[in-house]
């Protein structure tokens, strides 16, 4: 039979509160069932955040400095081959319910094309279901059997709150939230899956924001562990950035119907908010168990590599903050698990796996199970040999992220970015240290071992300045080591076009 992908991409799934971990917080049956039959990695990092240049990286299988979309509404440049191009190159069909927060290349086209109104699903994917930026297909879909929903997504958040109900209720009715209504397009197409080879690319777009759960999930979760008091100061005092982001960062990234910043918001707001979060773990869990079950179905199991990873990390009231923006990693680093139906993956199934991997691995893994080999643009390594138990003495032994803040600024804030161009860092962790850079502010510098919770900059310790040196030295190499590479296999000769690209 042909070989196929499931592909359960999530919304904002914390790195700590990993399916597969025993996590004591939220049960994720469907998901631990997942881990069983494949391997959890526990060192695993988005490129970036948000979900554009996260959701870049893993379709392109490159860095942020070499695609470039550094936001969620700057373009994709036109002839970047991403993962959808390559399947269908091959005779694959990709097949997308839910998005990919995608803007096309404007060059040659029409400025007020309806495909510049919003991130939406990049082209060339066969749209199953989409989850439109606005979400006013799910809207229209759920009032359409009967629910009392506002037109507007977040606008019926935010009315059912200020109408009296607890911040972490949905106003969203049972049966008609919006991830059942993703999962079920999904159950539909397994149910009827085509014999040729395929590929389905199943968004769910929670547990982002509302926060604010189905009374049954938050009847299964346990009040989130309460927050150590907040040193405003201290946590400012880290760096510039990290002042900036707890002053401008609304509490409404957290749920529509707040107000003021989120670093101001009442600890019983908080606690509700973080409980909420973990309802909407368990959201996610129930609908993934109801797509897994019509995979069994479908008879296509031993024959479909299951991909489950969110997109990027939540701060979860953590240092004050909600939402993605933030200098530390649970903003980037994310759950990853990968079910390999194959006797060849028996080495790690049900284990975990302890290397640092990264989105950019991704593409080159998909396009690996399906034979094909990854192009030249690729940054990333395909996972499946660690899967199958090979412990390559060179595999990658740091992560790089990178996160821009321009949308932030209002002008030029000196000792942090004096150009919108300078508003950004990029960053190089291992197993013990953070390291950050800014083209012009100060560095960071973490000591994970130490300080898990991210909370003292040791960068201007001259105790520390060794480290700083050899982490920028390696952030220095890792650069030019990882140049855009798409045409720098290719050679033009007297035949004609020669090598790879």
Same mark, same amino acid.
């Given at each position: 039979m042909a070989r196929n992908v499931l592909l359960i991409m999530v919304d904002q @799934?914390?790195?700590?509160?990993?399916?597969?971990?025993?996590?004591?917080?939220?049960?994720?049956?469907?998901? *631990?069932?997942?881990?069983?039959?494949?391997?959890?990695?526990?060192?695993?990092?988005?490129?970036?955040?948000?979900?554009g240049p996260a959701r870049a990286s893993f379709a392109s299988g490159q860095y942020v400095f070499n695609h470039r979309?550094?936001?969620?509404?700057?373009?994709?440049?036109?002839?970047?081959?991403?993962?959808? +191009?390559?399947? /269908?190159?091959?005779?694959?069909?990709?097949?997308?319910?839910?998005?990919?927060?995608?803007?096309?290349?404007?060059?040659?086209? *029409?400025p007020q094309d309806p495909v510049f109104h919003g991130p939406s699903v990049a082209e060339g994917w066969q749209i199953l279901r989409e989850m439109d930026e606005d979400k006013a297909r799910y809207t229209a879909w759920a009032r359409g059997q009967g629910a009392d929903l506002d037109p507007d997504y977040d606008a019926g958040f935010a009315h059912h709150l200020r109408a009296g109900a607890p911040v972490e209720t949905s106003p969203q009715p049972d049966g008609l939230h919006d991830s059942r209504w993703l999962a079920d397009a999904a159950v539909a197409f397994l149910d009827n899956?085509?014999?040729?080879? @395929? #590929? #389905? +690319?199943?968004?769910?777009?929670?547990?982002?924001?509302?926060?604010?759960?189905?009374?049954?999930?938050?009847? /299964?979760?346990?009040?989130?562990?309460?927050?150590?008091?907040?040193d405003a100061a201290a946590e400012d005092a880290i760096h510039p950035l990290a002042?900036?982001?707890?002053?401008?960062?609304?509490?409404?990234?957290?749920?529509?119907?707040?107000?003021?910043?989120?670093?101001?918001?009442?600890?019983?707001?908080?606690?509700?908010?973080r409980k909420a979060y973990l309802a909407l773990l368990a959201e996610v869990d129930d609908e993934v168990g109801r797509v897994l079950a019509a995979l069994?179905?479908?008879?296509?199991?031993? *024959?479909?590599? =299951?991909?489950?990873?969110?997109?990027?990390?939540?701060?979860?009231?953590?240092h004050g903050?909600?939402?993605?923006?933030?200098? +530390?990693?649970?903003?980037?680093? =994310?759950?990853?698990?990968?079910?390999?139906? /194959?006797?060849?993956?028996?080495?790690?199934?049900?284990?975990?796996?302890?290397?640092?991997?990264?989105h950019v691995d #991704?593409?080159?893994?998909?396009?690996? @199970?399906?034979?094909?080999?990854?192009?030249?643009?690729?940054?990333?390594?395909?996972?499946?040999?660690?899967?199958?138990?090979?412990?390559?003495?060179?595999? /990658?032994?740091?992560?790089?992220?990178e996160h821009d803040f321009r949308d932030k600024l209002t002008g030029p804030v000196p000792g942090l970015a004096r150009s919108p161009h300078e508003a950004q860092f990029t960053a190089i962790q291992d197993e013990r240290w953070a390291y950050l850079h800014f083209p012009d502010a100060d560095p960071v510098l973490f000591d994970l071992e130490a300080d898990p919770g991210q909370t003292r900059n040791l960068a201007a310790d001259p105790a520390f300045t060794p480290v700083v040196h050899r982490m920028m030295r390696r952030l220095l190499d890792h650069r030019i080591r990882h140049a855009d590479r798409t045409?720098?296999?290719?050679?033009?000769?007297?035949g004609g076009m020669i090598g790879r690209w």
């Open positions: @799934w914390r790195w700590d509160l990993s399916p597969g971990l025993g996590n004591p917080l939220v049960a994720t049956p469907a998901l *631990d069932r997942l881990a069983a039959r494949g391997a959890v990695f526990t060192r695993h990092f988005a490129q970036s955040a948000p979900c979309v550094f936001a969620n509404p700057v373009p994709m440049a036109a002839g970047r081959r991403l993962l959808q +191009h390559h399947l /269908r190159t091959a005779g694959i069909t990709p097949y997308m319910i839910g998005y990919t927060t995608a803007v096309p290349d404007p060059r040659g086209r *029409d899956a085509p014999e040729r080879p @395929w #590929l #389905l +690319h199943l968004g769910f777009y929670r547990p982002h924001p509302p926060l604010a759960a189905l009374a049954r999930h938050l009847a /299964r979760v346990p009040d989130a562990p309460l927050l150590p008091p907040i002042a900036l982001f707890r002053r401008v960062v609304p509490a409404s990234i957290a749920h529509p119907g707040l107000d003021g910043p989120a670093s101001a918001l009442p600890a019983a707001t908080v606690a509700a908010l069994e179905r479908s008879g296509r199991s031993q *024959d479909t590599l =299951v991909v489950f990873m969110s997109d990027h990390g939540e701060q979860w009231g953590e903050l909600f939402g993605k923006r933030a200098i +530390h990693q649970a903003s980037f680093r =994310v759950p990853l698990i990968i079910a390999d139906p /194959r006797p060849g993956a028996d080495p790690t199934r049900g284990g975990r796996i302890h290397a640092i991997t990264e #991704l593409l080159p893994t998909l396009l690996d @199970w399906f034979g094909i080999a990854a192009p030249p643009q690729c940054d990333g390594r395909s996972l499946l040999g660690l899967i199958a138990g090979d412990r390559s003495s060179d595999w /990658r032994d740091a992560a790089v992220y045409l720098s296999e290719a050679r033009a000769a007297p």
